[in-house]
Nanobody, 122 residues
Framework: QVQLVESGGGLVQAGGSLRLSCAAS????????MGWFRQAPGKEREFVAA????????YYADSVKGRFTISGDNAKNTVYLQMNSLKPEDTAVYYC???????????????WGQGTQVTVSS
C-alpha cells in the first residue's frame, strides 16, 4: 500500500510562507494522482490542489490560486505544497492524499497522510 507522511507545518505570520512536504512510497507519483486537502475544526475537508503525473496537469482551488503551488520530486518520492502570502483563513490541518482519479472530491482518494497543522496569525 501507499504510505504518506506530511511535514512542514507550523505557525507563521500572515503574509508569510511555508512549504509542506509529503513523503510517499517509491514510484507513487508514477502511478497515482496526488492531492492536498485541508480541514479546519468543525468544517468539512476541502480541496486545495492536485497533480496528475500522466500529463503533468495541476489544479487549484480558487481560494489558493496564485498563492499555492503543488510540485513533486520523483527522486525523493516527495510531493510539495508551497504556500505563499498566507492568510489567517488558511489555518487548518493539511493532508496529502493519493488516488486513481483526478478529482477534487476527498472520498475519491484512497490513501491519506496523518496531516500537519498550519496556523497563520494576524
Amino acid at each position: 500500500q501507499v504510505q504518506l507522511v506530511e511535514s512542514g507545518g507550523g505557525l507563521v505570520q500572515a503574509g508569510g510562507s511555508l512549504r509542506l512536504s509529503c513523503a510517499a512510497s517509491a514510484r507513487t507519483f508514477r502511478n497515482y494522482v496526488m492531492g492536498w486537502f485541508r480541514q479546519a475544526p468543525g468544517k468539512e475537508r476541502e480541496f486545495v490542489a492536485a497533480d496528475r503525473w500522466s500529463n503533468g496537469g495541476t489544479y487549484y482551488a480558487d481560494s489558493v490560486k496564485g498563492r499555492f503551488t503543488i510540485s513533486g520530486d520523483n527522486a525523493k518520492n516527495t510531493v510539495y505544497l508551497q504556500m505563499n502570502s498566507l492568510k489567517p483563513e488558511d489555518t487548518a490541518v493539511y493532508y496529502c492524499a493519493a488516488g486513481d482519479v483526478f478529482t477534487t472530491t476527498p472520498h475519491e482518494y484512497v490513501y491519506w497522510g496523518q496531516g500537519t497543522q498550519v496556523t497563520v496569525s494576524s
